[in-house]
Every structure is written in C-alpha cells, then in structure tokens.
Nanobody
Framework: QVQLVESGGGLVQPGGSLKLSCAAS????????IGWFRQAPGKEREGVSC????????YYADSVKGRFTISRDNAKNTVYLQMNNLKPEDTAVYYC??????????????WGPGKSLDYDYWGQGTQVTVSS
C-alpha cells in the first residue's frame, strides 16, 4: 500500500523548534520530489517548501526562509522539515506530498500557484501548534 506518513508535530513555544518527518511506505522516494504544505484553520493550503528528487533543488515560502530547512535521506526513505524559531503564525496542519520525476526531472520541484495539483501522493498531516 502506497503511503506517506508525517510525524514530529506537536505543541511548542514561540522561538522553539520541531523536526517533521515524512516517511514513505510501499514505494521509494528516490524518484519523487517532496513538498511540504500547511493549512491553518480558515485559510487556504499553502506551500512551505519543496525538495527535488536529487536533493539538488530546494524552495521555500518567503514566510519560512531562514527558519525552515528541508532535507532528504533516501536510504531511510524519509524527507525532513527542520523548523526553527517557530512563530504562532506557523500553527497549522502540515502535509507532505510526493511528485514523481524521472531522471531528466531530478532537479525539478512543483512549486508555485496551482502546482499542488501535480503531486501524486499526500500524507494525512501532522498538527503543529506554536503557543505560549
């Protein structure tokens, strides 16, 4: 069964850190770009970050640049999102998603308006709450 499972969410104080994981089962992430998205109550889903299948390209939303870092460990079939200096406005459900890329697209990441539709698989989400 093809599945993406996010973990690592929780409650943290402003200025704190969390590391989210996105683990794949039933398929290998080697040929997939991975995106992280989030959705806060009453707001639209937004892209947070993306990493290409090779790991050679990464993208970040302006709101998280300098605070979040995306990485991947294909040997563990897992992608990570290190989140530092968290702010209350980072509170949301965080989702990871996978988009297949062949070798020619190893530096490609579906990033930008409407690109979330390109992703093939989605996880169920993990809650991140930043509050004092």
């Amino acid at each position: 069964q093809v599945q993406l499972v996010e973990s690592g969410g929780g409650l943290v104080q402003p200025g704190g850190s969390l590391k989210l994981s996105c683990a794949a089962s039933g398929f290998t992430l080697d040929y997939y770009a991975i995106g992280w998205f989030r959705q806060a109550p009453g707001k639209e889903r937004e892209g947070v970050s993306c990493i290409s299948s090779s790991g050679g390209s990464t993208y970040y939303a302006d709101s998280v640049k300098g605070r979040f870092t995306i990485s991947r460990d294909n040997a563990k079939n897992t992608v990570y999102l290190q989140m530092n200096n968290l702010k209350p406005e980072d509170t949301a459900v965080y989702y990871c998603a996978a988009d297949y890329s062949d070798y020619s697209g190893r530096f490609y990441c579906p990033w930008g308006p409407g690109k979330s539709l390109d992703y093939d698989y989605w996880g169920q989400g993990t809650q991140v709450t930043v509050s004092s």
